[in-house]
């Protein structure tokens, strides 16, 4: 079954620390991989997409790696200011269409000052 | 700007009504989704349009409906609201098909029936 797992289900970091989300996957076959941040009562902005052959990509503080061998991926937040509590959501395509994305339950962020 | 909104953003209803959610972009995107958010779940698709006239169904479409008359516009409506469906709903869109694409979401519409 076609499914996407994050890992931890919250974390609590204070401002200024660095933090690492987990995303592990077993969508087969694989197309790409996204990461969506979703601020508390508003809908989910796309943060970073990768394929199959990209390792690592880069959207100012945040960085995102995938390794597709493992089936895992990585957002490294670096630097966390108090606007990156929010949820971060990681979505698998398997290909096909745009109706096939497998969304993970996210992970929600707390950054403390 | 061109955006995606949503009406209402909060609606309290009871059960057995029809009720009806508004999705509006004026970004002219031929795709346009609706997912529903529930604690312990990922987003999860309801139905989705690629183009006027054109809908299919998501992963949860029991007890819902869409239609496409417009490029603009893809209203969901629950046929006999249940307590089941008391969730949060976001509707989406993205220019191109491709599962590469960005789909951008819309504020959300919380629902609550009783």
């Known amino acids: 079954k076609n499914q996407v797992e994050q890992s931890p289900q919250s974390l609590i970091i204070l401002e200024g620390k660095n933090c690492t989300l987990q995303?592990?996957?077993?969508?087969?076959?694989?197309?790409?991989l996204r990461w969506y941040k979703q601020d508390t009562g508003r809908g989910p902005v796309s943060l970073t997409i990768m394929t199959f052959s990209e390792n690592t990509k880069s959207n100012g503080r945040y960085t995102a790696t995938l390794d597709a061998d493992t089936k895992q991926s990585s957002l490294h937040i670096t630097a966390s200011q108090l606007s990156d509590s929010a949820s971060y959501i990681c979505?698998?395509?398997?290909?096909?269409?745009?109706?096939?994305?497998?969304f993970g339950k996210g992970t929600k962020l707390s950054v403390k000052p | 700007d061109a955006e995606i909104t949503q009406s209402p953003r909060h609606k309290i209803t009871e059960t057995g009504r029809q009720v009806t959610l508004a999705c509006h972009q004026t970004w002219n995107h031929n795709n346009m989704f609706w997912y529903r958010q529930d604690l312990g779940h990922g987003l999860r698709l309801i139905h989705y349009?690629?183009?006027?006239?054109?809908?299919n169904k998501g992963e949860v479409s029991d007890g819902y409906s869409v239609s496409r008359s417009n490029t603009e516009d893809l209203p969901l409506t629950l046929e006999s609201a249940a307590s089941s469906q008391t969730s949060v709903y976001f509707c989406?869109?993205?220019?191109?098909?491709?599962?590469?694409?960005?789909?951008?979401f819309g504020p959300g519409t919380r629902l609550l029936v009783l």
């Open positions: 989406a869109s993205s220019v191109r098909a491709g599962t590469g694409e960005t789909q951008y």
């Open positions: 979505v698998v395509s398997g290909g096909g269409s745009q109706g096939n994305l497998i």
């Open positions: 995303c592990n996957y077993t969508v087969s076959p694989f197309s790409n």
């Open positions: 349009s690629y183009g006027v006239q054109d809908t």
